[in-house]
């Protein structure tokens, strides 16, 4: 038993954002508070428009909030150079974007390895990790397949394994399942519990369908720019 105080994986302090629209400023998230521990799994909802993929944006850093704070294993990524950030993202995040993002060029194999590759890892070391996620997936016959040969739900499920790969301590989704049949959301669903279970992996994941979202430890939802548990008024 350690009684060093558990640091947040993922911390966001009283984050704003809003975009301007030529003359219009929209104001999407208000002074949001949120905190991310090893091993939770944490489901956000909310109607479309919300903010919810400009909230997890923010929360990988892949865009700055208007004011407030993201920090990722204790680092702000707002006192980071762009570059910075990508290597801070590569070494402890994983994403899934709403709409896949492989690259279509590549494999299968090589876009889920590709995130090791960044890293600095071996073609032969990546390729192999990246082959048991894709096993874990059930995409491992598919591995030397291009994503436009690949069904949605596959392209979806390669992207799993692409931001699980290297073993990240943190995991953003962004509507994991939303092209999946049931049987294989559940799947993935197993798969998110044991990570979170056995690896201390902590999951973030923004989603539409109430089943998956119930499924997780906790239950949050976004609406006129605020984040609150999904059970209250
Ligand atoms: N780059 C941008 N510039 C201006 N407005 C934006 C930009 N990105 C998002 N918005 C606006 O911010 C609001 C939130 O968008 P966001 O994509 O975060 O919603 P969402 O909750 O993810 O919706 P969905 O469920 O449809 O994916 C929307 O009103 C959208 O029009
Ligand atoms: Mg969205």
Redesign the pocket.
Known sequence: MTLKTKQAVLRCSTLNKS?T?GPQE?Q?LTAIDFEIFAGDRIAII??????????L?MLGGLDLPSSGTVELAGKDFSKLNQKQRGQLRNQHLGFVY?FHHLLPEFTALENAAMPLLIAGKSMKEAKAQALKLLEKVSMAERAEHKPAELSGGERQRVALARALVTNPSCVLL??PTGNLDQQTAAQVQQLITELAENSGTAFVI?T?DIELAQQQNRVLR?DKGQLRAANEA
Do not use: A, I, P, R
Request: charged fraction near 20%; avoid cysteine.
């Open positions: 975009y629209e929209v999407v909310g109607s479309s428009g919300s903010g919810k993929t400009t909230l944006n709403q962004d509507e923004v539409h976004l």
